[in-house]
Each structure stands twice: as C-alpha cells, then as structure tokens.
C-alpha cells in the first residue's frame, strides 16, 4: 500500500466544492463541506474495487454538476468524462480543472438519456450519483442499459430510494416496485424547470426504486455482482439512500450444483423450494 498525496487547491475551488447541495435547504446534512464524506466513499470504492491503479482508469461521470468526482479523480491521475445536461455548475467545475492544469478531465454538456457507448465510448469505472433518482419510468430503464454497455468493469451508483412500494413499472416482463415522485408542477416552463437545479432537467414525475427492485433492476440489466457500501462512514446519510457498487464479470457456472446454472433467481427459487429434501 501506498501513501496516498494531496494537491492544494485555490481558494476559488475550496469555496466552489464547499457550496455543493446547499440550494436544497439548511436541513441537508450532507451538504455543503459534508459532501466530503460522499467524495470520500466514492474514492476509496474506486480505489479498493477498481483492478488498476487510479492514473490508468478512464472514469465517466454523469450528471457531474461542478465536477467535485471528476475532478479529484483527475487529482489521482484518472482520464475523466464529466457530462451534465445543465451548464450552470459544470462551467464552474471545467474553470477549475482548467486553472489546475488538469487537462485529464474533460466537461461536455449531454443529457444523460442520450448517452450511448457509440458517442462517448467504454469506461472501466462509472459514477452514476445523485442521478438515477430524477429519471422517470419511461427513461430509466433505457437509461441503465445504456450505462451498463458504457461500463467496462464497475458502476458506482448513489441514489434516493422509496421505502414503500406504492407504485410498480414493467420493464422486459418484470416488475419493478417504488414510488412516483414530483419534480415539477404541471405547468412549470422549461425555464423554470432548468433553473431548479436539484431536480430533472425537464421531467414532471421522477420513479424511485425500492432496495430490492434497484438491486433487480442492476441485476437484470447485467451486472453479475451488487454490493452496498457502508464504510467509509457518511454521518448524516438519510435513511432512503444509498450507495451501490455493480461490478460486471462473467456469470459463474457450478459443478457442485449444475442445476442452478443459467437459471434465473426464480427458476432457482421455484425448483429450489420443489425438491427439497423431506424430512
């Protein structure tokens, strides 16, 4: 293991980084200079499950917003695609790299439902963070089907679940359940939805997964391993969100128990509870 150096930042991006998130309200604990402990997590995930050292990884980050992620990725050495479909905050954050010298880190202003692996190519690791959650039924699944083909090796995923499972979508004959969330009101213009720069650029409802459905969906769109992130430690992390990390390999098959090869969990489930042994 290696002692890990820092690289002093202007005052500029200190001040920057330290008013991510506070447009939400006084009452976000993770806001502000509290969003280190997220850019901490996101770090040490990438570090600890990524197979090559950070200077060698080719990092996307979608809906970077001033780039905090991107930018201390390319700190440590990683190239970085950094998309946002608001130029607001991604301006500030392209300024700053700028001013760093970190030409590694690149700003391109794209919606993230139009993002394709044929535009914007493969990535061993992307960040998918603060995000997933503003995506409607309609694009959503869309949407992580793209990211799983955009994904070489490991998604990183931050996002607000539903506790309760009040609505369900279908997607491919398989049910999804959480819950239906306004962004908008019906009659907000476009201005006015682009400029609320915590919420969907332009969509009225956002769909919010439960736990157990998020990790479904990942699992569905392909990715052969899902872990929840618990350490490194976030005070003050809501108790409707959560931090996963999908890895996409290759789907084992057993020779101690053939018979659960190539079967779905409930063709395993099913066949499974069929012939267990009887007492």
């Not at 990942?218 to 872990?227: A, I, K, Y």
């Not at 992130?229 to 053939?258: H, M, N, Q, W």
């Amino acid at each position: 293991m290696t002692e890990e150096n820092i690289r002093e930042l202007d005052a500029d991006a200190l001040s920057l980084f330290e008013r991510k998130g506070i447009e939400g309200g006084p009452y976000d604990p993770q806001a502000g200079r509290m969003n280190g402990v997220k850019v901490r997590r996101i770090m040490q995930i990438t570090r600890d499950l990524s197979t090559l050292p950070f200077h060698s990884l080719r990092i996307l980050d979608l809906g970077c917003g001033e780039g905090v992620y991107a930018i201390e990725a390319g700190l440590r050495g990683a190239q970085v695609v950094a998309l946002d479909a608001r130029n607001e905050r991604m301006d500030k954050g392209a300024a700053c790299a700028g001013r760093h010298g970190l030409g590694t880190v690149r700003f391109f202003r794209e919606d993230v439902r139009r993002v394709t692996q044929e535009t914007f190519g493969s990535f061993d690791v992307v960040y998918f963070l603060g995000l997933l959650y503003h995506l409607d039924a309609s694009d959503v699944f869309s949407v992580m089907d793209s990211v799983f083909r955009l994904c070489d090796r490991l998604l990183l995923v931050d996002t607000l679940i539903s506790l309760t499972a009040e609505d369900s979508v279908e997607w491919r004959g398989r049910t999804y359940e959480g819950r239906r969330c306004r962004e908008h009101e019906d009659g907000d213009s476009d201005q006015v939805r682009r400029g609320r720069l915590l919420r969907s650029i332009d969509n009225t409802f956002s769909f919010r997964f439960t736990r157990e459905s998020l990790l479904r969906a990942l699992h569905d769109t392909g990715f052969t391993s899902v872990f929840e992130c618990c350490v490194p430690f976030e005070p003050g992390k809501a108790s409707d969100r959560i931090t996963l990390a999908a890895l996409k390999g290759v789907p084992v098959l057993l020779s101690t128990y053939p018979w659960v090869n190539h079967k779905s969990e409930a063709e395993i489930e099913r066949e499974g509870f069929d012939h267990r042994p009887q007492p």
